[in-house]
């Protein structure tokens, strides 16, 4: 019978391997007694970037993708996890070919209690053979009909990794993942201590890098002026505004910050969250439930995709920008449903790009539905004077029903905003769970907000320096051959994709080295064909800056490709 097992679901949901180690290619047929697959086999390099070895004498990706590919079937006929415990004996005929598909065949023998057996043979796709593993054993998991057995399980048969945090499948993939990048040769690219202010420079370690990985969008993190507003504030108000502003009251700034970012946004009203991540989980967790239905672009930010697993609403994704499949989920699926949320973003973060708004305008009307617009990447970035996607587009900004913003970003601040009608306000005002039960904006937070967001609008040159460095930068990328998706320039943030994660993570930590510092987007966060950096770009980088940036990438790319030629380990 052709095999059931989906490759992609396969490794998303059976298994803890990571993208080096995702070497099965195909399922092609499964049987009582057998299964059989593809897999591809890898060379020393892509595992040891110093390496000088050509190649491996028992393929290890190989090897261990046949392996996972009998497992699989543990997974699907008794839903528990094989775990290998054994070889008997490995011969090999030939060396695997580095990446290219070859032929797996396992046959399993009778299984014996909680242990399987199968013998594997690897074959090119001529047939010739190029290793056999015999006597591959395989335990399955403890069950919990079977946890008498053991002296360490409690007597009501729960396993007891289910209290042991560091047995955890998710707590061992996790350092599995970190375990992997180590093995590769390649430092940890996270949680580097910025040793001051981030602009379109930093200090990390001692060494000042040119910086590409701030939100300080419009470079006012750190300016005067905006310092000594918010020193003044926390003089004046302390640096703490006690409980919610239901329960402790509030302070000058609050309201006057929410009043001039409703009216930046073109909004009746607004009111201020802690966090931006908070602000969508606890609107859209609160606005909607079960008899709602919520739409939402592929590329949605995690804290919608939180919010509405909170709700409860069902859920649906549309293709990425892609209109005509967001209308016709509507035409099916509106009319059995209560409310209905299209969420989308105005720059989508991870590419720069912009959204539609007049489409979704369009059809939130055609539909009777609501659209819900998160400006955290738009918000004082497009637009003449910064004020997001209605500005780009000459949009009454009451066309959109919810907007959404954040003031990390290039408010210089830390929290979050929804704009929108006066009712949907005062209803978030005095209900919202993260705002009611939540303590207010601290003063160091709103005024800062507050006096940068003043300043943004003064000063438009500071969005449009932004604007012009973007497009400066994404076009010499691009001169130079470099692949920046769909991002076109004049947004604050611009890729460049390499295809697979190690480059990316190799490229980012050359970079560093050269004193450029550019954070990698690797799997799971994007797909590993997708994997990239991604440059924040701010209106303080200097053109001498940006294009020396360009020409490093490329070379630096270009080398890493040619020292360790791969193919993606996902697609
Ligand atoms: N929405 C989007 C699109 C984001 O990119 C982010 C954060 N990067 C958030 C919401 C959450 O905002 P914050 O980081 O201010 O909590």
């Known amino acids: 019978a052709p095999s059931p097992i989906d490759r992609d679901r396969f490794y998303a949901e059976a298994t803890f391997h990571g993208p080096l180690l995702a070497g099965i290619t195909a399922f092609d047929a499964v049987g009582e007694d057998f299964i059989r697959g593809r897999v591809h086999g890898t060379q020393p390099s892509t595992w040891t970037p110093t390496t000088d070895r050509a190649a491996f004498a028992v393929d290890p990706l190989a090897l261990d993708s046949a392996m996972q590919l009998a497992a699989s079937v543990a997974w699907t006929r008794y839903h528990r996890a094989g775990t290998p415990v054994g070889i008997d004996r490995i011969e090999v005929y030939d060396l695997v070919p580095p990446h290219i598909e070859i032929d797996v065949d396992a046959r399993f023998g009778p299984p014996d209690g909680n242990r399987f057996r199968a013998d594997l043979t690897l074959r090119s796709r001529t047939g010739a053979p190029l290793l056999r593993a015999t006597g591959v054993t395989a335990e399955l998991r403890q069950a919990a009909e079977n946890a008498e057995a053991d002296d360490t399980a409690p007597s009501d048969g729960i396993a007891p990794e289910a209290s042991d945090v560091s047995l955890w499948p998710e707590v061992v993939a996790i350092q599995n993942r970190i375990a992997e990048v180590a093995a590769a040769g390649i430092p940890n690219p996270y949680f580097h201590v910025h040793e001051g202010m981030a602009r379109n420079t930093t200090v990390v370690a001692g060494r000042r890098l040119i910086n590409f990985s701030s939100y300080n969008y419009l470079g006012l993190s750190g300016d005067p002026d905006v310092l000594a507003a918010?020193?003044?504030?926390?003089?004046?108000?302390?640096?703490?505004?006690?409980?919610?502003?239901?329960?402790?009251?509030?302070?000058?700034?609050?309201?006057?910050?929410?009043?001039?970012?409703?009216?930046?946004?073109?909004?009746?009203?607004?009111?201020?969250f802690t966090a931006g991540h908070a602000t969508n989980v606890t609107t859209i967790g609160h606005l909607f439930g079960p008899e709602d239905l919520i739409l939402h672009d592929e590329y949605i930010h995690d804290s919608a995709f939180q919010g509405i697993k909170l709700s409860g609403a069902?859920?649906?994704?549309?293709?990425?920008?892609?209109?005509?499949?967001?209308?016709?989920q509507l035409t099916d699926l509106r009319k059995h449903y209560r409310r209905c949320?299209?969420?989308?973003?105005?720059?989508?973060?991870?590419?720069?790009?912009?959204?539609?708004?007049?489409?979704?305008?369009?059809?939130?009307?055609?539909?009777?539905?609501?659209?819900m617009v998160d400006e955290a990447h738009s918000f004082g970035?497009?637009?003449?004077?910064?004020?997001?996607?209605?500005?780009?587009?000459?949009?009454?900004?009451?066309?959109?029903?919810?907007?959404?913003?954040?003031?990390?970003?290039?408010?210089?601040?830390?929290?979050?905003?929804?704009?929108?009608?006066?009712?949907?306000?005062?209803?978030?005002?005095?209900?919202?769970?993260?705002?009611?039960?939540?303590?207010?904006?601290?003063?160091?937070?709103?005024?800062?907000?507050?006096?940068?967001?003043?300043?943004?609008l003064a000063e438009p040159w500071r969005v449009r320096r932004l604007q012009d460095n973007?497009?400066?930068?994404?076009?010499?990328?691009?001169?130079?051959?470099?692949?920046?998706?769909?991002?076109?320039?004049?947004?604050?943030?611009?890729?460049?994709?390499?295809?697979?994660?190690?480059?990316?993570?190799?490229?980012?930590?050359?970079?560093?080295?050269?004193?450029?510092?550019?954070?990698?987007?690797?799997?799971?966060?994007?797909?590993?064909?997708?994997?990239?950096?991604?440059?924040?770009?701010?209106?303080?980088?200097?053109?001498?800056?940006?294009?020396?940036?360009?020409?490093?990438?490329?070379?630096?790319?270009?080398?890493?490709?040619?020292?360790?030629?791969?193919?993606?380990?996902?697609?």
């Open 381 to 456: 970035i497009v637009g003449a004077t910064g004020r997001g996607v209605a500005e780009h587009y000459g949009i009454d900004g009451r066309e959109v029903d919810i907007w959404m913003g954040t003031i990390s970003k290039s408010l210089s601040s830390c929290g979050g905003w929804i704009a929108a009608s006066k009712p949907l306000i005062q209803l978030l005002r005095y209900t919202a769970p993260g705002f009611v039960y939540s303590a207010g904006l601290t003063a160091a937070n709103g005024v800062a907000a507050l006096a940068s967001l003043k300043k943004m």
């Open 230 to 272: 918010t020193h003044a504030a926390i003089e004046r108000y302390g640096t703490s505004v006690s409980a919610s502003r239901v329960a402790s009251g509030e302070r000058p700034f609050h309201g006057e910050l929410e009043a001039l970012l409703a009216r930046a946004q073109g909004a009746e009203d607004a009111i201020l």
């Open 341 to 371: 949320l299209i969420v989308v973003e105005g720059v989508y973060s991870m590419d720069g790009d912009i959204c539609d708004l007049p489409a979704y305008v369009a059809l939130k009307k055609k539909h009777h539905a609501l659209l």
């Open 470 to 571: 973007a497009s400066l930068f994404q076009r010499t990328c691009a001169e130079r051959g470099l692949d920046t998706g769909p991002a076109r320039g004049g947004t604050g943030v611009v890729p460049v994709i390499t295809g697979n994660s190690v480059h990316a993570m190799l490229l980012s930590a050359s970079l560093r080295e050269q004193g450029i510092n550019v954070q990698p987007i690797v799997y799971p966060a994007v797909p590993d064909d997708a994997a990239r950096l991604r440059f924040f770009l701010s209106s303080t980088h200097t053109d001498a800056e940006l294009i020396e940036t360009a020409t490093r990438v490329a070379d630096t790319l270009a080398a890493i490709r040619a020292a360790h030629p791969m193919v993606s380990a996902a697609k």
């Open 314 to 328: 069902q859920r649906r994704m549309f293709r990425h920008e892609d209109t005509a499949h967001l209308d016709k």
